[in-house]
């Protein structure tokens, strides 16, 4: 096992979830996709109970620990209309008795639906920062940090996704609770979105038990993820050693292609699981590409973490069109 440097005291980091989550065998998916009854096991983050769940929780309970302990009003964060992450950032400020604002790219058009219906019920507050680019959606995010100090407030800025090095701890331990429920495990499928989910199961794990899935949020995932499990090491780490698969983006982060689609539909009619379009969906269309060229053959204990997402499939227009299609 991999020893993790702590970044912040222990004493920092606020409980928002019940530990550990469920690893759930999935038989009739492994068959599906031509592995063992026995090889394929679902690691259940989207049961997380806050607020409908998902794997940012886990790198709330630290970054929103060091927040409350720097004295923090409120919390401000960066996402798409449908993040997750900012959905569970909304969530866990109402469960500390803190002020949540949003700083979402697109316009209040962009969506009416799925994540963003959370945001309201939660009580964030939503500042729309038009068509921008990641560097503009930060910048937005600074103005209105400095807004909210100038208004008197104390303001903490929550990284995008929830991905710094003190946010990869969160992963780190998800690392370890795999090492106890599934001892020999050989692979972890996961989608690498904003890179702190991925970069904290290297740094339990080992670069060569991850598999990431590109689903599009940042540039270079690999060197994204490579500094976070820097950073948390505190030892180089070298892109090139980490596993990422980059096939399934598609047209775009936003996209829904039929590799996903399919794997939406394989999932739901053998396990009844629910993935989203974005990560989820983009992480199984992985694995099955990564079954069909070899990569993952039968025999070997293979994890699939479920993330979450459920409410952002339902600010998908284009895949519930398909879902409902469908119907007989």
């Known amino acids: ?19 550990p989550t469920p690893l759930e065998p999935a038989p009739r998916l492994a068959r599906a996709l031509g592995l063992g009854d026995g090889d394929l096991l679902v690691k259940r983050d989207d049961l997380i109970g806050l607020g409908g769940g998902g794997n940012k929780v886990r790198k709330l309970e630290w970054t929103c620990g060091a927040a409350r302990a720097a004295g923090a ?7 798409a209309p449908q993040s997750n992450h900012a959905r569970l950032t909304a969530a866990a400020g109402a469960r500390l008795g803190l002020d949540v604002v949003l700083v979402l ?6 969506s009416a639906s799925g994540n963003l219906a959370l945001d309201g019920l939660f009580g964030a507050r939503v500042v729309w920062a038009g068509h921008v680019d990641a560097q503009q959606l930060a910048a937005t ?12 407030a104390v303001p903490s800025l929550i990284p995008f996704g929830g991905s710094s ?12 609770e795999l090492l106890a429920q599934a001892p020999g495990l050989s692979h972890v499928v996961v989608a690498a979105g904003s890179g702190g989910t991925m970069a904290g199961l290297v740094g339990a794990l080992g670069a060569d038990r991850v598999l990431g899935v590109h689903v ?8 994204t993820v490579a500094g976070l499990v820097s950073g948390l090491l505190e030892t180089p780490c070298d892109p090139a050693a980490l596993r990422v698969r980059t096939d399934q983006v598609g047209a775009g982060y936003s996209t829904l ?19 989203d379009p974005i990560y989820t969906g983009r992480a199984m269309a992985g694995l099955v590409a990564a079954v069909e060229d070899g990569d993952i053959v039968p025999g070997q204990r293979t994890v699939f973490l479920h993330t979450g997402g459920m409410p952002g499939l339902f600010g998908h227009a284009a895949t519930i069109a398909r879902a409902e299609g469908a119907l007989g």
Request: negative net charge; glycine residues 12%; charged residues 20%.
């Open 73 to 79: 009003t409120v919390l401000v964060t960066t996402g």
């Open 257 to 275: 292609t039929e590799p996903v689609m399919a794997a939406l539909t394989l999932a739901g009619r053998t396990e009844g699981l629910v993935l």
């Open 105 to 110: 790219a697109g316009t209040p058009a962009s």
């Open 216 to 223: 599009g949020a940042v540039a270079d995932p690999a060197a």
């Open 141 to 152: 995010a600074d103005e209105v940090v400095e807004r909210l100090r100038k208004d008197g």
């Open 165 to 176: 090095v003190l946010g990869a701890r969160g992963y780190a331990l998800c690392g370890q």
């Open 1 to 19: 096992m991999v020893t993790v440097v702590a970044e912040e005291s222990d004493a920092q980091r606020v409980t928002l979830g019940t530990w």
